[in-house]
């Protein structure tokens, strides 16, 4: 079975011919497509979509960019959400410094309350780690157990940051369109990851793979 375990369907990018990206995604073997949200109205949009459409299933969660103007009931609301029986994880959530390192205490708190929320529902998590991976790792580790697993989505570190990772019993690792790219340097930490660790996403409609690069990222592009 091929899966796209990290599409943003909501954006408008892909909302203008959604039920032709659907169908480019099915006619290229796709046969599920995981949704993960941003925040709280992201998540229930995404619950709207996986009762309307068979192959679409959900993420709730608090994206760490969205986490300084978002309440912390935000996140009693989302815990809420997770009886929907086609959420299949938490996320994305996880850790971002590159657009704004003013709220980073914010964000692991956040953080550390979705990986609890993840253990308490036996969910996995999705983990964002923008130029933040080794405190994301750090993180992980001090609330590591067996009942936790999940996804390092549009990985970049290096390769002993994602030895670690592999260490962790139940994370696996995805990649993004970028490492089509020229100048990308990821090729040797792709080749150390085994298949059965390795989970594939788009991240559309972000990151669009060469030959199409600068082109709408979507599923069907996998």
């Given at each position: 079975?091929?899966?796209?375990?990290?599409?943003?369907?909501y954006y408008d990018e892909l909302k203008n011919d959604f039920d032709d990206v659907l169908k480019?995604?099915?006619?290229?073997?796709?046969?599920?497509?995981?949704?993960?949200?941003?925040?709280?109205?992201?998540?229930?949009?995404?619950?709207?979509?996986?009762?309307?459409?068979?192959?679409?299933?959900?993420?709730?969660?608090?994206?760490?960019?969205?986490?300084?103007?978002?309440?912390?009931?935000?996140?009693?609301?989302?815990?809420?959400?997770?009886?929907?029986?086609?959420?299949?994880?938490?996320?994305?959530?996880?850790?971002?410094?590159?657009?704004?390192?003013?709220?980073?205490?914010?964000?692991?708190?956040?953080?550390?309350?979705?990986?609890?929320?993840?253990?308490?529902?036996?969910?996995?998590?999705?983990?964002?780690?923008?130029?933040?991976?080794?405190?994301?790792?750090?993180?992980?580790?001090?609330?590591?157990?067996?009942?936790?697993?999940?996804?390092f989505h549009c990985f970049g570190g290096t390769i002993e940051q994602t030895k670690k990772i592999?260490?962790?019993?139940?994370?696996?690792?995805?990649?993004?369109?970028?490492?089509?790219?020229?100048?990308?340097?990821?090729?040797?930490?792709?080749?150390?990851?085994?298949?059965?660790?390795?989970?594939?996403?788009?991240?559309?409609?972000?990151?669009?793979?060469?030959?199409?690069?600068?082109?709408?990222?979507?599923?069907?592009?996998?």
């Amino acid at each position: 079975m091929i899966i796209d375990t990290h599409c943003h369907l909501y954006y408008d990018e892909l909302k203008n011919d959604f039920d032709d990206v659907l169908k480019w995604a099915e006619d290229t073997g796709i046969e599920r497509i995981i949704v993960p949200a941003v925040d709280l109205k992201t998540s229930l949009e995404i619950i709207e979509m996986t009762e309307k459409y068979e192959m679409i299933y959900a993420l709730v969660g608090i994206h760490p960019t969205e986490v300084k103007h978002t309440p912390e009931s935000d996140l009693e609301k989302i815990s809420n959400l997770i009886k929907s029986n086609k959420v299949v994880g938490i996320g994305e959530t996880g850790l971002d410094y590159y657009w704004d390192k003013t709220g980073i205490e914010k964000q692991k708190t956040f953080f550390k309350e979705q990986i609890e929320l993840a253990i308490k529902t036996n969910k996995p998590v999705v983990i964002h780690t923008r130029e933040s991976i080794e405190d994301a790792i750090e993180i992980i580790t001090e609330n590591y157990n067996s009942s936790l697993g999940g996804q390092f989505h549009c990985f970049g570190g290096t390769i002993e940051q994602t030895k670690k990772i592999l260490d962790f019993e139940g994370f696996y690792i995805s990649f993004c369109g970028n490492i089509t790219y020229k100048n990308n340097k990821d090729s040797e930490i792709v080749e150390i990851v085994p298949l059965d660790r390795l989970l594939s996403e788009t991240d559309s409609p972000f990151l669009t793979p060469v030959p199409n690069r600068g082109k709408r990222n979507e599923p069907a592009n996998i």
